[in-house]
């Protein structure tokens, strides 16, 4: 499995087990990058990003580790004209969740969490959302 596929797979599974996300099992909140989603109607709910950014050596030699970094994008979604607060609580639960130094492994690898920080929020008719953005980076001994 490669690094970034096991830094998505952390990052995922941290936002999938962080409570207080509204759930309905009929009804899936959270959009996850490539797989069919219907937006629930006037039902608050997130979107997830994955953004590989970079995969460089951090040394000299032929086996060289290498730094993979990214940022995984989570924009908490609230119906619009309801006010700011259903949109910045998701906000709140999903930084939480990715505080800095947070260690998260998955097939090896430790994806480390640099930064989790929110956005002001935005109108996307009908919708209102907080976009968060985490910034994360993992070390590939070859």
């Not at 979107?47 to 730094?67: E, H, K, M």
């Not at 998260?104 to 969490?113: A, W």
Request: charge should be neutral; charged fraction near 15%; hydrophobic fraction near 45%.
């Amino acid at each position: 499995m490669s690094a970034f596929t096991s830094a998505r797979k952390a990052l995922e599974a941290q936002l999938a087990a962080t409570a207080g996300i509204p759930a309905d099992a009929s009804v899936p909140r959270i959009a996850w990058d490539n797989v069919e989603f219907k937006v629930p109607n006037k039902l608050a709910w997130l979107r997830s990003t994955f953004q590989p950014i970079d995969r460089r050596t951090v040394a000299v030699g032929a086996n060289a580790p290498y730094l993979h970094q990214g940022l995984y994008l989570i924009d908490c979604y609230a119906a619009l004209n309801g006010g700011p607060n259903a949109a910045d609580a998701l906000a709140d639960l999903v930084l939480a969740r990715f505080s800095h130094g947070l260690g998260l492994t998955d097939g090896g690898y430790t994806v480390r969490i640099r930064y989790a920080e929110r956005n002001q929020g935005i109108v996307d008719a009908p919708w209102y959302f907080v976009p968060v953005t985490v910034s994360w980076y993992l070390y590939e001994h070859l």
